[in-house]
């Protein structure tokens, strides 16, 4: 019998209206839209205002765009896996809170934290259930309101970030398209460089936490940088390898958006052109686990089936990793 492989059958999106433009964060901390331009990629990214909207009133969205595109019914879906590090509030998991606001009342459904890489993470976490015939319908969604962690004090940190969701859905695949093979990695000595530090069961909400500035994200940056050049680009090529793909037959690179110089180093070492990665870091930002779902969202329309993909992140953990996904249907033949 033929192995059963997870495709990804559909894609949906969803971004609040509001865009944070370069010139407006130059009001508010000491940088200019050249420095941002030059050293991150990024024009505008995308805000959620709204009281009491958090990260599952975007995911939820996400969701709905999916099934409306792909005309599941909610009800059919098994299995709904959200990665985010912007839950809503500590439990219930977000991704049950989204599955509820969706309709997809007949899934569990749970959360995967591994910031950057989350989506990278829950993908393969979801691509199992499908392989192993437990599910036959899977939602995974990669969803941050990183705006509700920033400090737009910071000039460190408050260009690089904006908000979104995005979701796939999994099926289950006879003739090898979907989720080829994933290398993950975790390395936990990493927290020192890219952490929130309170709010949580080491330090939990205090006023002390809040004078000290602890609820908002703290990066070194070029430590960080150096890490995600490295660990980046050596999981794709792993990938290339392992598979004897020569650059020539990927279809594209799907990287995660933290900086479009991370991205293009990763490019170049896998020996591809800009014109074959999926690139939307100029608009959206880093968006954390919807990076990656986003770029498919936002370039379905020119894959075709059988395209090689190999999506690659690389994150706060640190996590990184990297997927190859052989794409299973015509993008263009999707009617919004
Ligand atoms: O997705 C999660 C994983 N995160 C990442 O992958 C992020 C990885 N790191 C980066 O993308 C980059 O390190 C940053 C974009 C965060 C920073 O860029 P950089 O080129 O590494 O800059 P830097 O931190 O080394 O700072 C260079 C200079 C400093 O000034 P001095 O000390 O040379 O005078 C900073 O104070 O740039 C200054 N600077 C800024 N200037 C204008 C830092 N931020 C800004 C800013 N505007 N926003």
Known sequence: MKKITAAITGVGCWLPDYLLTNEELSR?????DEWIMTRIGIKTRHILKGEGLGTSYMGARAIKNLLDKTGVNPMDIDLVICATVTPDMFFPSTG?????????????????SAACSGFLFALTTGAQYIETG????????????????????????????????????????????????????????????????????????????????WHTITQDGPAVFKHAVSS?????????ERHHLKSEDI?????????????????????????????????????????IPSCLYDYENALRKGDNLILASFGGGFTWGSVYVKWAYDGDKVSE
Not at 96 to 112: H, R, S
Not at 232 to 239: H, K, N
Request: hydrophobic share 40%.
């Open 232 to 240: 980046m680009a050596d999981v794709s090529v792993e990938m290339m």
């Open 96 to 112: 049950n809170l989204i599955a509820d606001q969706a309709g997809c009342k007949n899934a569990f459904a749970y959360d995967v």
């Open 28 to 32: 508010m901390v000491d940088t200019t």
């Open 134 to 213: 437990f599910c036959k319908k899977v939602i995974v969604v990669g969803a941050d309101k990183m705006s509700s962690i920033v400090d737009y004090n910071d000039r460190n940190t408050c260009p690089i970030f904006g908000d979104g969701a995005a979701a796939v859905l999994l099926e289950p695949n006879k003739k090898g398209y979907g989720i080829i093979d994933s290398i993950l990695h975790s390395d936990g000595s990493g927290e020192v460089h890219l952490h929130m530090k309170a709010g949580g069961s080491r330090y939990p909400a205090s006023k002390e936490t809040l004078e000290k500035n």
């Open 251 to 291: 279809r594209y690179l799907v990287p995660h958006q933290a900086n479009l110089r991370i991205i293009d180093a990763t490019a170049r070492r896998m020996g591809l052109g800009r014109e074959r990665c999926m690139i939307n870091i100029d608009r959206n930002g880093n968006t954390t686990a919807a990076t």
